[in-house]
């Protein structure tokens, strides 16, 4: 039986996704901080002329590590890297399942219901690792 070839679409799609959020995170990082399920935190430390905001610098590290995850995936799947492309997968997985418990833990009562949101992500990209690794 001849081995099939994945679809290319999920991975490209997942990608551009994870770029477009790590974008968000770094150029709006305010506006992330709800999204993601997270109080609005203040930065802390003196304000000096190369400060763009006064949110945490930990958002800005969240959107390098959405565009990096992005970046891997298309750069990945454009080499053919198909063990390495269900691989990143399955990470991405267990980091929305973290995501979801820091939500949880450090949200507040009020944003709980976005850990969800993040345990979803966490299922359905461990679906989709789980599907690549079976074909």
């Avoid at 551009?16 to 974008?23: M, Q, Y």
Wanted: hydrophobic residues 45%; charged residues 10%; glycine residues 14%.
């Amino acid at each position: 039986m001849a081995a099939t070839v994945p679809n290319h679409v999920p991975a490209y799609t997942l990608g551009t996704l994870s770029i477009a959020l790590g974008l968000n995170a770094i150029f709006r990082p305010a506006a992330e901080y709800p999204r993601f399920g997270l109080p609005l935190e203040y930065g802390g430390g003196p304000t000096t002329p190369h400060r763009v905001s006064d949110v945490s610098p930990l958002m800005y590290l969240k959107g390098i590590r959405e565009i990096s995850y992005g970046l891997l995936l298309i750069g990945l799947q454009s080499q053919g890297q198909e063990t390495a492309v269900t691989t990143l997968a399955a990470v991405m997985a267990w980091v929305g399942l973290a995501d979801g418990v820091v939500v949880w833990c450090c949200g507040g009562a009020e944003r709980r219901q976005q850990a969800w949101g993040h345990w979803g992500t966490f299922l359905g990209l461990g679906v989709w690792a789980w599907y690549r690794v079976s074909y």
